[in-house]
């Protein structure tokens, strides 16, 4: 049991009201705030919308080696049958794989790129760990749709992540548009903290990961936030970025055309904000969805 003050009470069995957010949205000091590689402007965006998006913050020719290593996984059988591979719902695609920068030590090199380590202590405010590294398959036609939620309320409720000092980097492995599902975002939606209704069954994550059910906001919530601020979808080629605040509302259609697309996906969470017991009073989730076993700062690769 977490023994920690629960600031954000949330899967209760009555509805409760969103309120205001109480902790800072980029945390570094002045000194970090104007020697980091973010303008002013990009960081007061950032603050607002609670994201931001590059196009071509890689090269895309780069991203090809990267999409080469995941088709050789399609075809790994063992890794299918890891408990970190989810296979979409009564197929035998993959879904998403977790833990990817513990499979590939190319995608962990990636983890310690410096222009994006850059980007993420100047907005934390400090030291960085990786809390959770996924990439996201949609197939054409087939690629079903992730449900809107806000991360941090998982990841405080089922991992015992305190405070709202985590971000997530989502980097385009295949050109993303407006017709394959493109990740959606609600800006503004970080603001309020939007409690979810219904206790957490033990070992919720083997059926939330294909379709989740807990820890969905009530359409009530979505809508007064989508009224208020509209939904966005940032596209762009291979190599695109997004950086997205963990409160940030967000979400994603089915692939109905038949491009695919893989996004790959970061969390760094501040070595400032470690984990605590589940909130909800469960056992901690796996490793491949929280890591609670290397809290040691990410170095850039140039270091």
């Keep these: 049991m977490n023994d920690t003050q629960d600031l954000f009470p949330t899967r209760l069995e009555r509805k409760l009201g969103m309120f205001e957010r109480i902790d800072p949205v980029v945390y570094g000091d002045e000194s970090q705030l104007a020697n980091g590689p973010l303008s002013k402007s990009e960081i007061d965006e950032y603050e607002r919308k609670g994201f931001l998006s590059f196009e071509g913050f890689f090269d895309a020719d780069d991203m090809q080696v990267f999409l080469k290593e995941l088709r050789e996984y399609e075809d790994d059988a063992d890794l299918k049958l890891s408990e970190g591979t989810i296979l979409e719902p009564g197929r035998e695609e993959i879904r998403t794989i977790f833990g990817i920068h513990d499979v590939s030590k190319r995608f962990q090199r990636l983890t310690q790129d410096p222009k994006l380590l850059a980007i993420v202590k100047q907005l934390l405010g400090s030291d960085v760990y990786i ?12 690629g079903k749709g992730f449900e809107w939620h806000s991360d941090f309320e998982t990841w405080h409720s089922e991992d015992g992540m305190p405070r709202m000092r985590a971000l997530s980097c989502s980097i385009v492995l295949t050109d993303n ?7 959606m975002l609600i800006p503004g939606s970080h603001h309020y903290f939007v409690p979810c209704v219904g206790r957490t069954p033990e070992n919720n994550y083997k059926e939330s990961l294909k379709s989740q059910e807990v820890g969905v906001p009530p359409a009530s919530s979505l809508r007064e936030l989508m009224l208020e601020n509209d939904i966005e979808a940032p596209k762009g080629p291979a190599g695109s970025l997004v950086i997205f605040e963990c409160n940030t509302m967000h979400g994603s259609n089915i692939n109905m055309s038949c491009w695919p697309r893989s996004n790959l996906f970061f969390v760094y969470n501040s070595v400032e904000n470690t984990l605590h017991d589940p909130y909800c009073g469960n056992r901690p989730r796996p490793e491949f969805l929280a890591n609670r076993s290397d809290w040691e700062p990410l170095k850039p690769l140039n270091e």
Excluded: A
């Excluded at 809390?131 to 087939?142: A, D, L, T, V």
């Design 131 to 142: 809390h959770q590294s996924r990439i996201n398959y949609k197939p054409g036609f087939k």
């Design 177 to 183: 548009g407006e017709f394959n599902g493109p990740l």
